[in-house]
T-cell receptor
């Protein structure tokens, strides 16, 4: 079993829909990162979480340390949100990446 | 202004050659990283430096050697290139450890070994 599991692997949505991407992990962590990789390949850090919830614009990230689970929500999705979303765990000086969720939002 | 830059953006070379990828950040960050993204788009950390000191060294072949001449630069040297080294290599930096700070990524270097 992988230390980090993301679901779903692929996700399609209509513009305006509410999106949820999940990340479950099996190891103790110091922090969890959500990253966005654009179709052109560039990677942007969206959030770094160690507890609770963070919000940037239409993006919300939550983490439940006890349940070893994090979610990334996108409200009012837009075609420009189409990208691969990756969660990464920070565990004892090591970063462990999930396999990513490919999101496509259609107009 | 580019925060984290990498050169070159594309690198095509033959097996057995030695090549380098350069990374520079102008953010004043203390920590820098090298990641490899394989053909299945899976990201894996290779190295991390904090203030020019190696702090993460994952299980990568010793043909890969990072060099940090100063806090703003972390270069990656690869000797005796192999076909399996073909991948996209990303440099990143953060103000401090990834347990506390977000990371800023470079644009990536696509390495193709023929």
């Amino acid at each position: 079993k992988n230390e980090v599991e993301q679901s779903p692997q692929n996700l399609t949505a209509q513009e305006g829909e509410f999106i949820t991407i999940n990340c479950s992990y099996s190891v103790g962590i110091s922090a969890l990162h959500w990253l966005q990789q654009h179709p052109g390949g560039g990677i942007v850090s969206l959030f770094m979480l160690s507890s609770g919830k963070k919000k940037h614009g239409r993006l919300i990230a939550t983490i439940n340390i006890q349940e070893k689970h994090s979610s990334l929500h996108i409200t009012a999705s837009h075609p420009r949100d189409s990208a691969v979303y990756i969660c990464a765990l920070y565990n004892t000086d090591k970063l462990i990446f999930g396999t990513g969720t490919r999101l496509q939002v259609f107009p | 202004d580019t925060a984290v830059s990498q050169t070159p953006k594309y690198l095509v070379t033959q097996m057995g050659n030695d090549k380098s990828i350069k990374c520079e950040q102008n953010l004043g960050h203390d920590t820098m990283y090298w990641y490899k993204q394989d053909s299945k788009k899976f990201l894996k950390i290779m190295f991390s430096y904090n203030n020019k000191e190696l702090i993460i060294n994952e299980t990568v072949p010793n043909r890969f050697s990072p060099k940090s001449p100063d806090k703003a630069h972390l270069n990656l040297h690869i000797n005796s290139l192999e076909l399996g080294d073909s991948a996209v290599y990303f440099c990143a930096s953060s103000q401090g450890p990834a347990s506390v700070y977000e990371q800023y990524f470079g644009p990536g270097t696509r390495l193709t070994v023929t």
